[in-house]
């Protein structure tokens, strides 16, 4: 699918986190990602600061972080507009009802924010796993994740990060919104992820207040400070590139006109070669930039 109107005011960037492999470490992976935004094809870029998968050396958790590594990434950061890093979601729980759970998996999530600040980033991203405690109401839930989240928001604002989440892992498009309207903070927003919102509405039937993804941006687009782009064909997390799945991209990036959105629009799907992912880039230009 086409769309021949500019995108206004947004900045392409990449992911990391599908970035080929095996690479000798998150330097190198950003290195690549620098010769794209020296070609001009790419603005910004997101690490993957997860620890996970295990024992990947491109993807270290913010404990693996030495202030060498910092250093040289800090670099290497420089030649990109906006910069971010996906950091922890896997196996924590800033939301546990075990209090010691919950405090180590607030305690990394500080950590990270911390790295995010030292290497000059302008926002952080992860992924809260609502709905997994079942003996609670939702509505308490909401509750633990909002009461982190406020903490959470006051050490983003110390290290001059915003702190994002981003809709998936039960946690709704529209749900994700309402809790950046509730923290009311600027410096707690929304990674808008087009491909897990895809699957909400069309899978698990989450749409509540929107009909369609181009008029949940209508409405919510002020909640965003980072929107991840792949698409997939309504029933995986495939991560296709933007036109290959079943998105309406054209009714979304519309709507980022419409809304004088800026920030960074991030391409967050597979790639095995810099020369894959720039002619990737490149038709991603084509069709929705020209």
């Not at 030292?118 to 308490?140: C, M, N, Q, W």
Request: with cysteine; glycine share 6%; net charge negative.
């Amino acid at each position: 699918m086409q769309y021949n109107k500019p995108i206004i005011n947004s900045f392409l960037g990449l992911s990391l986190s599908h970035c080929p492999k095996p690479v000798s470490g998150p330097a190198q992976a950003l290195s690549g990602a620098r010769l794209l935004a020296d070609q001009g094809l790419i603005k910004s870029v997101e690490l993957w600061m997860t620890g996970f998968p295990p024992s990947s050396p491109q993807n270290p958790g913010p404990w693996d972080y030495t202030d060498e590594l910092i250093n040289d990434l800090r670099s290497i950061l420089d030649s990109f507009i906006y910069k971010g890093a996906h950091i922890p979601f896997a196996f924590i729980n800033a939301a546990a009802l075990n209090p010691g759970i919950r405090r180590e998996s607030i305690r990394q999530l500080y950590q990270s924010v911390e790295i995010a600040g030292k290497l000059g980033l302008d926002y952080v991203v992860t992924h809260p796993r609502f709905g997994a405690l079942d003996i609670i109401s939702k509505a308490e839930e909401w509750n633990l994740w909002k009461e982190s989240y406020l903490e959470l928001s006051a050490v983003a604002e110390a290290n001059k990060i915003i702190f994002t989440i981003e809709n998936g892992d039960r946690l709704s498009f529209e749900d994700c919104a309402r809790m950046v309207r509730e923290i009311a903070s600027p410096f707690f927003a929304m990674t808008f992820d087009t491909g897990h919102a895809n699957l909400e509405g069309n899978k698990d039937k989450k749409y509540q207040n929107y009909h369609d993804l181009a008029s949940f941006v209508k409405g919510e687009a002020a909640c965003f400070a980072n929107i991840h782009l792949h698409d997939n064909h309504t029933d995986k997390d495939e991560h296709l590139p933007p036109g290959e799945g079943h998105i309406d991209f054209a009714g979304i990036f519309r709507e980022l006109c419409l809304q004088k959105w800026k920030g960074p629009l991030t391409l967050e799907c597979p790639w095995d070669s810099l020369n894959e992912i720039s002619e990737k880039i490149k038709a991603w230009h084509e069709n929705y930039t020209h």
